[in-house]
């Protein structure tokens, strides 16, 4: 059973949609920019038609909330501007529209996933969950920590020479950003960093 699209994406697009109050029909508009968006394989062609389809959908948002505010955080961002109308600030409204769209939807569904799953194979921990002995919250902090919601971004480029914890990367070398692997560092999570185990004390990266 595919738990991602049945359940968690459609789950969390409506929870999403309702904080920043957007309509039902207008929501697949707005939400496509982000499922193409977290596709690994668009070309750069496709990725900046992508780009400029979605901030033409949240910029068709934001004016109307702007004509018509709501009870909602995409009305909580324009009145939050409201005293710095420069263009600098407006697209800061967007990023956040962005960030917002994209963590509250593709990102937490996978994390309630990984959750499912492993709550699944260790039959011990959900059941000190359901008891009440180990919080909900303790379980999502851990699927955190083990797999983080986005395993690692698209390669970038390094456009000049530079050294990190002792290694140097020179300009022109591809750089694969691995998040994941930051919730498994054995030298701060011990060597069982790679096991779920919401017995021990919350974690955080």
Known sequence: ????????????????????????ETATVILHGNVV???????????????????????????????????????VIIKAGEDEQTPTHRRRGHCALHLLIGGGTETTANVLCHTVVDMLTHPDQLAMVRSGAVSWESAWEEEVRKDGAVGSMPFRCATDDVEIGGVTIAKGDLVLINYAAAGRDPERYGDAAAEFDITVPIRPI
């Open 37 to 75: 968006n977290s596709k690994t394989t668009n070309t750069a062609e496709e990725s900046e038609a992508n780009l400029h389809q979605w901030q033409t959908a949240l910029g068709r948002l934001v004016e109307t909330k702007r004509r018509d505010p709501g009870d909602d955080l995409t009305t």
């Open 1 to 24: 059973m595919d738990i991602k699209a049945r359940y968690f994406y459609p789950l969390s697009t409506i929870l999403v949609c309702d904080l920043l109050g957007i309509a039902e």
